[in-house]
C-alpha cells in the first residue's frame, strides 16, 4: 500500500483540469504527502470518505428525533431524488445543523483524518459551514413562516456564523483577498451525488497568476475558461488550498443542494477571527477513554442553562492541565469565569503564559490581565511576547501577492504593546 501511495505522488494524475484522486484509504496512509501536495497548489478528490458517510446517518437520526419517522423518509427522497422535504422537515434540518455546530460533531468525525495528514501546526478547525440551496419560492415561503430564525437567511456578522439557507451564489474569489500568514485548506463535500453542474467550480490554472476576486457572470467564467473537471458521489470530498480561484457550483434550474464547506487553518499562531469567527484548536479534539476532550468542556463552559459555582470552574481549570495544551479554550474559560470568579480567570491566564509560545495568545493573555489591574501578570506576558518574537519570521504560503494589507495582529504590533506595558510598569 505505501509503495501505491508513493507511486501516486511521485506521479500524480492531476492535470490543470482533473484533480488527484485518492481513496480514503490510501489518503489516511500516505502521511504528510496530502497536505504537501495541498502546499504545492495541487486540488485532491477523495472518494469513500467515512466520516461523510457516518456524519449523515448521523444527520438524518437527529433530524428524525426532532419530527419523526416521516423527516427520515422526507431527506432521503431529498438524498436521492431531490425531492423538497415539508416544512416541518426544514425546521428539522435547521436544528440539526444548530445541532452540529453547537457540537462540533463534523470536527469530531473528520478529527482523525486530518490527524493523520500531519499538516503543519497549530491546526484549527471552524466546524463546517452549511451550504443548502432550495428553489426561491420555498426559501420564501420558509423565511415568511416566522418558524425560522433570522440567521437561517442571513448572517448576523460578516464574518459570523453562516446562514443556513445559501442566500446567493458566490463570486469568484479566493478565501483570502489580503496579505495573510497561515495555510487554510477546505474540504468541500456534497450530501448526495454531484454531478459537474453541480459541484464547486476551481479555477486551478488561476492558482499563481494575478487574478483575483470578480462577480461569477457569463463575461468572467468565459474569461477564466473550463473550471477543473470532476463529480462527486455521496461520501466523496474536494480537498483544495483556500487560495484556489473558485464559485459556487454552476447548479440546475430546480436541482437542490446541500453540503459541507469546512476549513482547516493550519500554520496558523492565532485564532482565525480575522478571517472567520468559531475555529477550534485541533488539540480540543484529541481523546482519552477516561477524560472528556477540550472541546467537551468548551461545550459545556459555553452552556447558560446551567449554573456553575467556583468548584466547577476549579474541577475545569484541573482537567486542561491533563489535556493537550490548547490556548483557546483558556481564553474561553476566563471569560465566562472572570465576572464572578476572577481567581479562576487569573489562574486560566497564567497558564497560557506558562505553556504558549504564540506571540499572539501572550498578548491576548496579557490585554485581560492588564483591564483587571493584574500588572504583573501582564508584565509577564510582555516579557515572553518579547522572547518568543525575537528572530521569529511569519510565514508566506502566498501563491500571489495581495494588495490588500494584512489584518492579522504581526510579531511588530505585538512587540509594541509589551513595550508599553513593561515601561509602564
Not at 502521511?31 to 495541487?42: A, P
Not at 416544512?87 to 434540518?93: G, H, I, L, N, S
Request: hydrophobic share 40%.
Amino acid at each position: 500500500m505505501l509503495r501505491k501511495i508513493a507511486n501516486i505522488f511521485s506521479n500524480p494524475r492531476g492535470s490543470n483540469n482533473l484533480p488527484i484522486e485518492l481513496s480514503y484509504e490510501q489518503a489516511i496512509a500516505a502521511d504528510n504527502s496530502v497536505f504537501d501536495m495541498l502546499q504545492k497548489g495541487h486540488v485532491l478528490v477523495i472518494r469513500g470518505m467515512e466520516p461523510i458517510f457516518s456524519g449523515r446517518e448521523k444527520f438524518i437520526e437527529h433530524a428524525a428525533s426532532i419530527s419523526g419517522q416521516q423527516t427520515r423518509h422526507e431527506l432521503a427522497d431529498f438524498y436521492a431524488a431531490g425531492k423538497t422535504p415539508s416544512m416541518e422537515t426544514m425546521c428539522a434540518v435547521s436544528d440539526t445543523v444548530k445541532h452540529f455546530r453547537k457540537n462540533h460533531i463534523w470536527s469530531r468525525l473528520l478529527h482523525n483524518f486530518l490527524s493523520s495528514i500531519n499538516a503543519t501546526g497549530p491546526v484549527l478547525y471552524d466546524g463546517g459551514i452549511p451550504r443548502l440551496v432550495l428553489e426561491p419560492e420555498f426559501v420564501e415561503k420558509a423565511a415568511q413562516s416566522g418558524r425560522f430564525e433570522t440567521t437561517d437567511f442571513q448572517r448576523a456578522h460578516p464574518a459570523g456564523l453562516t446562514e443556513i439557507f445559501m442566500p446567493s451564489s458566490t463570486n469568484i474569489h479566493r478565501d483570502y483577498n489580503r496579505a495573510h500568514y497561515l495555510f487554510q485548506f477546505n474540504i468541500w463535500w456534497p450530501l448526495h451525488n454531484a454531478s459537474q453542474q453541480e459541484v464547486l467550480r476551481i479555477f486551478a490554472s488561476e492558482y499563481k497568476k494575478n487574478s483575483f476576486d470578480r462577480d461569477c457572470d457569463e463575461k468572467a467564467l468565459m474569461a477564466l475558461g473550463a473550471p477543473l473537471d470532476y463529480t462527486l458521489n455521496f461520501g466523496d470530498a474536494i480537498v483544495f488550498h483556500g487560495e484556489h480561484l473558485h464559485a459556487s457550483p454552476a447548479g440546475i434550474p430546480g436541482h437542490r443542494r446541500q453540503s459541507v464547506d469546512f476549513r482547516v487553518a493550519a500554520c496558523c499562531d492565532d485564532d482565525n477571527a480575522h478571517y472567520r469567527f468559531g475555529f477550534l484548536n485541533q488539540k480540543n479534539f484529541e481523546t482519552s477513554s477516561s477524560k472528556k476532550s477540550g472541546v467537551d468542556w468548551v461545550i459545556e463552559i459555553e452552556d447558560e442553562s446551567s449554573e456553575k459555582n467556583e468548584s466547577w470552574f476549579l474541577e475545569v481549570l484541573n482537567a486542561f492541565e491533563h489535556l493537550p495544551f490548547a490556548e483557546d479554550r483558556y481564553i474561553i474559560l476566563h471569560d465566562h469565569a472572570k465576572q464572578r470568579y476572577p481567581e479562576v480567570a487569573k489562574h486560566a491566564i497564567e497558564a497560557i503564559i506558562r505553556k504558549s509560545g504564540s506571540f499572539f495568545w501572550l498578548l491576548k493573555a496579557g490585554e485581560r490581565a492588564r483591564l483587571v489591574g493584574e500588572n504583573e501578570v501582564a508584565k509577564r506576558a510582555a516579557n515572553k511576547i518579547n522572547e518568543t518574537t525575537r528572530n521569529y519570521k511569519l510565514p508566506d504560503y502566498m501563491p500571489v501577492s495581495y494588495a490588500n494589507p494584512a489584518q492579522q495582529i504581526t510579531p511588530d504590533q505585538a512587540k509594541a504593546w509589551s513595550s508599553k506595558i513593561i515601561a509602564q510598569l
